[in-house]
């Protein structure tokens, strides 16, 4: 890993030609924090061998996309991957090897994929979230604090609303939040979830946790965690207009994660909150 003091981290960016990818890599360049080290995509990707900035339709940037992540992530400070949970397992295998900072922002990871980040995280700084966004990551405190305000009487269902294009259900948002609200309660959302709603489903039970997703045209991101009660229901809401919202933190995160020792973190972390 390359660290001469004095200049900018360098980061890498896996993904690079995703919604995430070109956001973030629009991110760094604007930014005078960081530089961009690399641009990594999968192997027979169109992208790869081409500079990244001309494939994104732009002015060059010298740097040309790749699917060699060992040979990139070497010669940087800091990795940011939202990609998919396959990728991003061996991404967290090499940032191992590297040694170097990974901010993950995939979603949609099984408990099996989580295990393999906590083994690589004995050796890189990991730093993952379901959303990177401030509001959301405040929006986690306050629905604690409003669950464990309330008791059972009052019903908790967490609505996601996303793009035509997203692949996972429940969002890493909408899980965010549910286990934020599990645990206000005093409960493990895995006891309580109730994600697949559909037919004679009988009334719902006391103390569930339900998920509801909703997926159509652009929307960005939208998350509503509602406490119904009898007489009254209580919403909280958080409404991404703009990506580079989610883009912006990772870089917080890519920065902070600078100095870290390796482990696991999240943007609670990174945020103080
Ligand atoms: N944590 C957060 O704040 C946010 C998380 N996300 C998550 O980020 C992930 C990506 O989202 P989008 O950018 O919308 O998806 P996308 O489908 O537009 O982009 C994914 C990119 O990853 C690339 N990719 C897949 N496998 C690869 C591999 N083995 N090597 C290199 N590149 C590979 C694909 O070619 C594609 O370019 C999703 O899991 C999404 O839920 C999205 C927005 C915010
Ligand atoms: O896929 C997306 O687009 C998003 N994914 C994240 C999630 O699963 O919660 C974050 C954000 O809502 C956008």
Same mark, same amino acid.
């Given at each position: +890993?390359?660290?001469?003091?004095?200049?900018?981290?360098? #980061?890498?960016?896996?993904?690079?030609?995703?919604? +995430?990818?070109?956001?973030? #890599?629009?991110?760094?360049?604007?930014?005078?924090? &960081?530089?961009?080290?690399?641009?990594?995509?999968?192997?027979?990707?169109?992208?790869? =061998?081409? $500079?990244?900035?001309?494939? +994104?339709?732009?002015?060059?940037?010298?740097?040309?996309?790749? @699917? @060699?992540?060992?040979?990139?992530?070497?010669?940087?400070?800091?990795?940011? @991957?939202?990609?998919?949970?396959?990728?991003?397992?061996?991404?967290?295998? *090499?940032?191992?090897?590297?040694? &170097?900072? *990974? /901010?993950?922002?995939?979603? =949609?990871?099984?408990?099996?994929?989580?295990?393999?980040?906590?083994?690589?995280?004995? %050796?890189?700084?990991?730093?993952?979230?379901?959303?990177?966004?401030?509001?959301?990551?405040?929006?986690?405190?306050?629905?604690?604090?409003?669950?464990?305000?309330? $008791?059972?009487?009052?019903?908790?269902?967490?609505?996601?609303? %996303?793009?035509? !294009? !997203?692949?996972?259900?429940?969002?890493?948002?909408?899980?965010?939040?549910?286990?934020?609200?599990?645990?206000?309660?005093?409960?493990?959302?895995?006891? /309580?979830?109730?994600?697949?709603?559909?037919?004679?489903?009988?009334?719902? !039970?006391?103390?569930?946790?339900?998920?509801?997703? #909703?997926?159509?045209?652009?929307? #960005? =991101?939208?998350?509503?965690?509602?406490?119904?009660?009898?007489?009254?229901?209580?919403?909280?809401? %958080?409404?991404?207009?703009?990506?580079? *919202?989610?883009?912006?933190?990772?870089?917080?995160?890519?920065?902070?994660?600078?100095?870290? !020792?390796?482990?696991?973190?999240? +943007?609670?972390?990174?945020?103080? *909150?």
């Amino acid at each position: +890993m390359s660290d001469i003091p004095g200049t900018l981290p360098g #980061i890498v960016i896996t993904g690079a030609s995703g919604r +995430m990818g070109q956001m973030l #890599i629009k991110t760094i360049v604007a930014s005078d924090k &960081c530089k961009l080290a690399g641009a990594i995509e999968r192997t027979g990707h169109d992208w790869v =061998g081409r $500079d990244v900035g001309e494939a +994104m339709g732009g002015t060059a940037l010298g740097v040309t996309v790749t @699917d @060699d992540a060992l040979e990139a992530f070497s010669q940087a400070q800091a990795v940011i @991957d939202f990609t998919a949970p396959a990728a991003t397992v061996e991404f967290a295998a *090499l940032a191992a090897q590297a040694r &170097c900072v *990974l /901010v993950i922002g995939t979603t =949609g990871l099984s408990e099996d994929d989580l295990n393999k980040l906590s083994l690589a995280a004995h %050796h890189a700084t990991i730093i993952r979230a379901g959303n990177m966004s401030l509001g959301v990551n405040l929006l986690t405190k306050l629905t604690k604090m409003v669950s464990a305000a309330l $008791d059972a009487d009052y019903d908790i269902e967490i609505i996601e609303a %996303h793009h035509n !294009k !997203k692949v996972d259900a429940p969002s890493g948002t909408a899980l965010m939040l549910g286990e934020a609200a599990a645990e206000g309660r005093g409960v493990s959302l895995n006891d /309580v979830r109730e994600s697949g709603r559909d037919g004679i489903t009988g009334a719902r !039970k006391r103390g569930d946790i339900g998920f509801s997703a #909703i997926r159509g045209g652009d929307i #960005i =991101g939208e998350h509503d965690v509602m406490f119904a009660g009898e007489g009254e229901r209580i919403i909280l809401r %958080h409404v991404a207009s703009d990506r580079s *919202l989610f883009a912006k933190g990772a870089l917080k995160a890519a920065i902070w994660g600078q100095g870290q !020792k390796p482990g696991e973190y999240d +943007m609670l972390d990174v945020l103080g *909150l």
